[in-house]
C-alpha cells in the first residue's frame, strides 16, 4: 500500500528565507507527482506536475525535484513570502489505477 | 470557464437522512474523482470515474454511492448519513491517461456536519 509522508508537519519561516518542503513516497511504481497548495476553508490548487521520467519542474518560485528511485520529492520555494502562507500537500499518481495518494501536508507559515 | 464547480458548498444533515452532492466541469474531462479530507489525514478517495457511464470504488468507499450519467457531472451520494462522514468533500477532475499530463484539478470542496 502506497503511504506518502511529508516532512515538516509545519514551518515557520521569516520573509526572504528560501525553503524545502519533503515528500516521500514508499512504492516507487508512480505515474506522476503533483504538489498542491490549499489555504484556509479553499480547494486545492495545482502547482506543480511531474512525470514520473521527469526530473524537476520549474513554475516561477516553486522547483519541484523528483527522485522516483529513492522515493522523495521536494519542493523548493526561493524568496518566501506572507502570501506563500498556506498548507502544501504532495500527492502521488500511481502507475497502475487512477488513484492520487496524498500526504497529510505541510503548514507554512510566512512571517512579515 | 468556471472549471470545478460542487453544489452545495455546506450542509447539516441529521443521522439517517441522505443527499447528494453535485460536481460539474466544464474542461471536457475523461476522469472525475471524490475526495474526503479529515484534519490531520490528507485527501483520501472514495470513488471515481474513468468515463460517462463508468465509476469505481476508491478507498473509503462504505456509505457512498456515485453515478455518472453525463461525461461533466459525477454525483456523490449519501442514503444514510453517519457522524462518521463528517468532513469536506472535494470533486476533481483530470485529462485521462491518454494525454500527457493527467493533471488533477479540484473544486472548491462541500462542507457536510452530520449530527
Known amino acids: 500500500k502506497q503511504e506518502v509522508t511529508q516532512i515538516p508537519a509545519a514551518l515557520s519561516v521569516p520573509e526572504g528565507e528560501n525553503l524545502v518542503l519533503n515528500c516521500s513516497f514508499t512504492?516507487?511504481?508512480?505515474?506522476?507527482l503533483q504538489w498542491f497548495r490549499q489555504d484556509p476553508g479553499k480547494g486545492l490548487t495545482s502547482l506543480l506536475l511531474i512525470q514520473s521520467s521527469q526530473r524537476e519542474q520549474t513554475s516561477g518560485r516553486l522547483n519541484a525535484s523528483l527522485d522516483k528511485s529513492s522515493g522523495r520529492s521536494t519542493l523548493y520555494i526561493a524568496a518566501s513570502q506572507p502570501g506563500d502562507s498556506a498548507t502544501y500537500l504532495c500527492?502521488?499518481?500511481?502507475?497502475?489505477?487512477?488513484?492520487?495518494?496524498f500526504g497529510a501536508g505541510t503548514i507554512l507559515r510566512v512571517k512579515s | 470557464n468556471a472549471g470545478v464547480t460542487q453544489t452545495p458548498k455546506f450542509r447539516v444533515l441529521k443521522t439517517g437522512q441522505s443527499m447528494t452532492l453535485l460536481c460539474a466541469q466544464d474542461m471536457n474531462h475523461e476522469y472525475m474523482y471524490w475526495y474526503r479530507q479529515d484534519p490531520g489525514m490528507g485527501l483520501r478517495l472514495i470513488h471515481y470515474s474513468v468515463g460517462e457511464g463508468t465509476t469505481a470504488k476508491g478507498e473509503v468507499p462504505d456509505g457512498y454511492n456515485v453515478s455518472r450519467l453525463k461525461k461533466q457531472n459525477f454525483l456523490l451520494g449519501l442514503e444514510s448519513a453517519a457522524p462518521s462522514q463528517t468532513s469536506v468533500y472535494f470533486c476533481?477532475?483530470?485529462?485521462?491517461?491518454?494525454?500527457?499530463?493527467?493533471?488533477?484539478?479540484f473544486g472548491p470542496g462541500t462542507r457536510l456536519t452530520v449530527l
Open positions: 500527492a502521488v499518481c500511481m502507475e497502475y489505477g487512477n488513484k492520487l495518494v
Open positions: 476533481a477532475s483530470s485529462p485521462g491517461r491518454k494525454t500527457t499530463y493527467n493533471e488533477q484539478f
Open positions: 512504492d516507487s511504481a508512480i505515474y506522476n
